[in-house]
C-alpha cells in the first residue's frame, strides 16, 4: 500500500489586542475540540494583537478497488 504524504487546510485568525487571554484560550480550545484543528503558530505583535495560524488533516478518499474489476 503507497504511503501518501500528509496534507494540511491552514486558516489565519486575527485576534483583536482587547480579547482578553481567558476568551482567546475558549477560542482555540473550542477550534480544536469541535472544528479538528490544532494550533500551528502563535505570534504576538507589540500593538497586543494576535496572529494565530491553525491547521487540520484534510482527509482524502482514496480508491479501494480496482478499476479493472469493475
Do not use: C, F, H
Amino acid at each position: 500500500m503507497p504511503k501518501y504524504p500528509v496534507e494540511y487546510e491552514t486558516r489565519r485568525v486575527r485576534i483583536d489586542r482587547t480579547v482578553g487571554l481567558n476568551a482567546v484560550r475558549r477560542i482555540l480550545t473550542d477550534e480544536a475540540e469541535y472544528g479538528g484543528w490544532e494550533l500551528q503558530r502563535l505570534r504576538r505583535y507589540r500593538d497586543g494583537t494576535r496572529e494565530v495560524w491553525v491547521r487540520r488533516k484534510i482527509i482524502r478518499v482514496r480508491p479501494t478497488l480496482d478499476s479493472t474489476l469493475l
